[in-house]
């Protein structure tokens, strides 16, 4: 595949953006944290440059020198922060999750009394539609590089989805605080599992409302007890 030109959004080879609404950075998956602004600014166009080049130009163009040509840096300045391309997929991934986490605790907290599948609803649209821009992403890391499921990619999207479901049934019960039940985990869990099936491999075939309404309807049951309780 050709290359081609990032789109406006992208910062240009030797500018980082000036503004970014986004504060989530890896955790999981970087050598080391940035302290400065500008070495955050940078991280973040390290990992948009990634999304970028395996969503645009396909994964047989994705090179640390290509990530690096594309975010505007050396490729020297890229390995201070990621060892290896599978790093960069994880983190990529992972700041995704972390905000994919905090667009459903927003779509929770707006209104926590509101019908249960009301909630849910909004919510599962809402990860749905931020986790689209990941899906070559997310089915490069699983089919290519299997490893990332045992680097904790999953299984961090079922903690933080799991943690915003308890926050939210403790204001709905106006409760300090609320046990983390079975209940909890395995919605969290199918509800993740779900979302990351569809987005890899059903997109095509499954329509987003369909896909949205079927999963809120099959969280809500499973919550039905911890939700009356």
Known sequence: ???IDPPSSMPQPGHLRQENTRQNLPVSFMLKRPKQRRSREMVHAILDATLFVIE???AESFTTNRVAEIAGISVGSLYQYFENKEMLI???IERGIMDSAAIVGDALSKNPNAPAFDVLYAAAHA?????KPFRQLLTHAFAVTPLARDTGVITLLETRITTVIRLWICARHDLGDYPLTDSIRLSARMGVLMMIQWLTELQDDIDQTLFVDTLARMMVAGLTDTLDG
């Open 1 to 3: 595949m050709s290359r």
């Open 90 to 92: 994880a983190g990529t």
């Open 56 to 58: 645009e130009e396909g």
């Open 127 to 131: 990860v749905a539609e931020g986790l």
